[in-house]
Each structure stands twice: as C-alpha cells, then as structure tokens.
C-alpha cells in the first residue's frame, strides 16, 4: 500500500492545509477568492489549486461521485496536489437515502425496498453490499492512479459508542475499503477518546494502521445546542491531539458560532505549538493535514494565512511547489464555458524531528482579509488598513 504514498515521507512533520469542499455559496458570493471570470466547478478547483495544495471532497459523502468526474478534478489541479474524500454515508450510519444509492445497485432490489425512504446495511444482499464497496473504490481510484489520493475519512456520528460490535464495523469498513487507500476515522461521540479508552482506541487504530482524526469543534454544535447569545460563552470541546496511525496526521477545524468564523490569535498559537512540538514532530512518519471547514466568505483562507505564519517552516510552501509543478496559470476562461453534465451533482464547502523550545514569534501583521482575489470594479483596489492580529480577532469575541 506504501507505493503511491511514498514521497509523503519527504513529507515529514509539514502542515499542509486545505478546506473542507471548495465551494461554498458564501465563498463564491463574496468575491474575495475567486476571480469573476471562473464560473464553473472545475475552474474553481483549478484556481483553489494555486493557494492550497489539498481539498476534502465533502460531497462523496452524500452521493458516491462518478470516477469521470473524479479523473476531470485530476487534471484541474497540478501535481502533488492532494485530494481527500469522505466516506459514503451508508458506511458510516448504517443507511441512506434511496435515492443516493447508485442505480446499478437500485436495479437489483425488490419494489418494496425501494418505496422505502432510505435503505439500511442490512437491506442489502451481500452481493449488492459488496458492489457498493466496489463502485465507491472505482469512484476515488483516477485520484489514486495519478497519485493523487489523501485519505479516506469516515466519519462517525454522535451516537457510535465505543462497543465492540462497532470497532468491527470499522474493521468491516477497513477490509471493504480497498488495502490501497489510507483510511481515518472521526468520532463524534467523544466516548472513545475519554478516561480509559483512549489509549484504548489510539492503539486499537495504529494495529489497524487507521488514522484518528483530530478534532477542533464547539460544544454547542457538537451536540445541536442552542448557539451562545455572547461569544465569550461559546465554548471549545476539549482537543485531543492523539495520532492512530502514525504515518499521517489528519485535523479538522469544524465550523465556528455564525459569521465570525476567525480563531482567536490564542487558538491559532496553540495550534502552531502543537504541531510544531518536539514529542508531535517524533512520532509523525508524514505530512499533516489541516484542515479547515470555518466556511464563511474567505475566513477559511484567512485562518489559513495566519497559522502558517505561525507555523514558520513547518509550514508546507505550496506556492513554490505548485510553481515548479505549473499550477500558477493564467485564468482565460470564457464566459461560455458550461458545466459538463458530469459536473451537475451537488458541491458544497461543509459542514505527538525535534523542535527547539523559543519563545512564540510576535504576533505578525495582517489583512482583514485573504486578498487572494480582489473584487474588480474597473479601478484599482484600494490598499487595505492593517490590523495586528489582536485587533482582527478582536471584532470575534
């Protein structure tokens, strides 16, 4: 399985960052990222792929997404260029919509099965079951076969505790999914990273050669609560910075209370000093992977900019990789250019080598916003004022 992934050894201990889909309605309105003239999904991606250098596709969750549409993703981005997928849905709760299950497998299930809402794992014959596996392996394999596949990640809900028939569901799901991918899991039940299970559960996973998914989310949205009325009530569930397999590091920013989707400078610094640790930087065989589903406008990008200065030199240079790999294109899209009919299903953004120990760097300045692409009138953009990192991060709290 280590032959596509070898270079991610080169990658050792670098953070590289992404986002959780590419795009968000909220992204494409604001006209801070994307430039007016690319209109089309996989223009996007082309021009997301000179400022990240991966993205999780959040939508194989819903629906498995065709390996045509999957090759066309490919050549859009350079390469080393990183795609990460969910897993489907049904292999993660057990069930889904009727109508997200693909129509080969549709074809050979009785009328009555299909009048019913959503179909359940044990609604499939063994053989239909086997097949879904097989169409979903089929749909990221031109990722793996331009060598550009990340990981797999199956995300778990709130209520998959820890019990025994669950850990063989995800040893179910690692033997289904083909030896080739990486896989991570992501618990949203917190039980199986609490007192006397976690170290349970790291070695459990690391047997099983699973990465466990780092988590960075609120309470409240975690458990469908009411959102806090003041920000400084807002409350951060506690982090665990554990590693499954050691071979990557997979982390998730999950999305922040309303529109202010800003870490604060002190979440941001203690993100840095984590990753940037001597025991994290020892243990990690290979790259990590930030990434980011604060989705509001560019506050992605922005989190982005402000860890990585944080981050220094572990901090992955994709500008000059992608340079080298020819991803820094000019843009000459027509305005007649269409969305093939394989692009029409539905995208959207979701949602422990030795460090010394110094004393954390200044808080650098910044811009208010990505400024990755600035909005266009005819006249040239006014120089925006800078803020100190406080000062940004003030207006959130």
């Not at 209109?39 to 000179?50: I, P, V």
Request: net charge positive.
């Amino acid at each position: 399985m280590d032959g596509a992934y070898t270079s991610w050894r080169d990658l050792k201990g670098k953070v590289l960052q992404g986002t959780c889909g590419w795009t968000d309605p909220s992204i494409l309105q604001c006209g801070k990222f994307y430039p007016p003239w690319v209109k089309t999904s996989e223009d996007r991606l082309a021009h997301y792929s000179t400022v990240f250098p991966c993205v999780e596709c959040d939508t194989s969750s819903w629906a498995i997404p065709s390996p045509v549409k999957v090759k066309n993703w490919t050549k859009k981005v350079p390469n080393k260029f990183i795609f990460h997928f969910k897993a489907y849905t049904f292999f993660t709760w057990k069930f889904a919509a009727t109508n997200t299950i693909p129509r080969v497998i549709r074809a050979e299930l009785s009328e009555q099965l299909l009048k019913k809402e959503n179909i359940s794992w044990d609604d499939l014959p063994p053989a239909s079951l086997q097949k879904l596996w097989e169409i979903y392996n089929a749909c990221v394999r031109p990722a793996y076969d331009a060598g550009k596949l990340g990981v797999i990640i199956f995300q778990f809900h709130l209520h998959f505790n820890p019990t025994e028939e669950n850990r063989r569901h995800v040893l179910v799901c690692r033997r289904f999914l083909d030896s080739k991918y990486r896989m991570a899991v992501e618990f949203r039940c917190r039980k199986w990273l609490g007192e006397g299970e976690l170290e349970r559960t790291v070695s459990w996973l690391r047997h099983n050669d699973i990465g466990l998914v780092c988590v960075d989310e609120l309470e409240h949205e975690l458990f469908s609560l009411p959102t806090p009325e003041k920000a400084s009530n807002v409350s951060v569930m506690p982090i665990v910075h554990a590693l499954g397999s050691t071979k990557f590091c997979y982390v998730r920013v999950h999305r922040r209370a309303g529109k202010q989707r800003l870490l604060t400078s002190e979440n941001i610094i203690s993100w840095a000093d984590r990753l940037t640790s001597e025991q994290f930087q020892s243990c990690v065989e290979g790259p990590v992977f930030f990434m980011w589903g604060t989705a509001h406008e560019d506050q992605p990008v922005i989190n982005s900019k402000n860890l990585a200065t944080q981050l220094g030199s572990y901090s992955y240079d994709w500008k000059r990789i992608a340079s080298k790999a020819g991803a820094i294109m000019k843009f000459c899209v027509s305005q007649a250019t269409t969305e093939s009919k394989d692009t029409k299903e539905i995208e959207i953004l979701s949602g422990p080598t030795v460090h010394s120990k110094q004393t954390p760097p200044k808080v650098p300045k910044l811009e208010a916003r990505s400024d990755v692409c600035q909005k266009t009138s005819g006249k040239t953009p006014p120089k925006s004022k800078k803020k100190t990192l406080h000062d940004f991060f003030s207006k959130s709290s």
